[in-house]
């Protein structure tokens, strides 16, 4: 039987890669009759009929309980935020920054670690579908624990020539002097918007350069670099 990779318990759901919530902002009218088209680096033209297609769901599986009761604060996070960012992106992509207190009035503090753990979900089922296992239970236990993880960061794009809905592959980089990963990569995408998140092992050369956003550090704004 496969085990959830997050708490280990039996597992018997597929996680979405991409958020029903945001597929459905951008195809409002799929269905049956009126398709869409997914490609990826394995095929082209996949035909996705619903929301809800297996074809947009992990095959890292996990519980009910870490799909449902654990992860639904992130899960909400995002989709607020995620709304705010469609309704909004003129404004943002003019200023170049997210208030995130306009999103989560009262709660932006854990509203925005929230937020960092619906990506870390979605982060350990890709390293799950890619064999890169050493960072799963460094993830997990920060899943497990609500807390930030303090080497994953998201930097957000406005992406003005670029509208694409979905996820990259994932990007992986050992160092066999660290032997470990140093780098792992890969991207969000909702329309002209993107986001990268990015694993940085602590001694990784590059930390000090890096300068995405993290809910300890960034809990008042979101950057928006523009593409």
Same mark, same amino acid.
């Given at each position: 039987?496969?085990?959830?990779?997050? #708490?280990?318990?039996?597992?018997?759901t597929?996680?979405h890669?991409?958020?029903?919530?945001?597929?459905q %902002?951008?195809f &409002?009218? !799929?269905?049956?009759?009126?398709? !869409?088209?997914?490609?990826?680096?394995?095929?082209?033209? =996949?035909? $996705?009929?619903?929301k809800?297609s297996?074809? %947009?769901?992990?095959?890292a599986l996990?519980?009910n309980?870490c799909?449902?009761s654990?992860?639904?604060p992130?899960?909400?996070?995002w989709?607020?935020?995620?709304?705010?960012?469609f309704?909004?992106?003129?404004? $943002?992509?003019?200023?170049?920054?997210?208030?995130?207190?306009?999103?989560?009035?009262?709660?932006? =503090?854990?509203?925005? $670690?929230?937020?960092?753990?619906?990506? @870390?979900k979605?982060?350990?089922?890709?390293? #799950?579908?890619?064999?890169?296992?050493?960072?799963?239970?460094?993830?997990?236990?920060? @899943?497990?624990?609500?807390?930030?993880?303090?080497?994953?960061?998201l930097?957000?794009?406005?992406?003005k020539?670029?509208?694409s !809905?979905?996820?990259?592959?994932?990007? !992986?980089?050992?160092?066999?002097?660290?032997? #470990?990963?140093?780098?792992?990569?890969? $991207?969000?995408?909702?329309?002209?918007?993107?986001?990268k998140? #990015?694993?940085?092992?602590?001694e990784?050369?590059?930390?000090?350069?890096?300068?995405?956003?993290h &809910?300890?550090?960034?809990?008042?704004?979101?950057?928006?670099?523009?593409?």
């Amino acid at each position: 039987m496969e085990r959830c990779w997050i #708490c280990k318990s039996p597992a018997n759901t597929g996680e979405h890669l991409t958020k029903a919530s945001d597929f459905q %902002l951008f195809f &409002p009218n !799929v269905s049956q009759k009126s398709p !869409v088209y997914l490609h990826n680096h394995n095929e082209t033209n =996949r035909l $996705i009929r619903s929301k809800k297609s297996k074809f %947009l769901k992990s095959k890292a599986l996990i519980c009910n309980r870490c799909n449902s009761s654990l992860s639904q604060p992130w899960d909400f996070a995002w989709e607020k935020l995620s709304k705010f960012i469609f309704d909004n992106q003129k404004e $943002i992509s003019k200023v170049g920054k997210i208030k995130l207190k306009k999103v989560f009035p009262g709660r932006s =503090r854990s509203s925005a $670690i929230d937020v960092q753990l619906y990506f @870390l979900k979605l982060f350990g089922c890709l390293v #799950c579908e890619t064999g890169a296992t050493g960072l799963l239970n460094d993830f997990s236990q920060h @899943l497990l624990d609500r807390k930030a993880h303090p080497n994953v960061e998201l930097f957000f794009y406005h992406t003005k020539d670029w509208f694409s !809905v979905g996820i990259s592959d994932l990007e !992986v980089t050992y160092d066999k002097a660290l032997g #470990c990963v140093a780098l792992a990569q890969w $991207i969000y995408s909702v329309g002209n918007f993107s986001i990268k998140v #990015c694993y940085l092992h602590p001694e990784n050369e590059h930390l000090a350069r890096r300068r995405g956003w993290h &809910p300890k550090r960034d809990h008042g704004e979101i950057k928006v670099f523009e593409l």
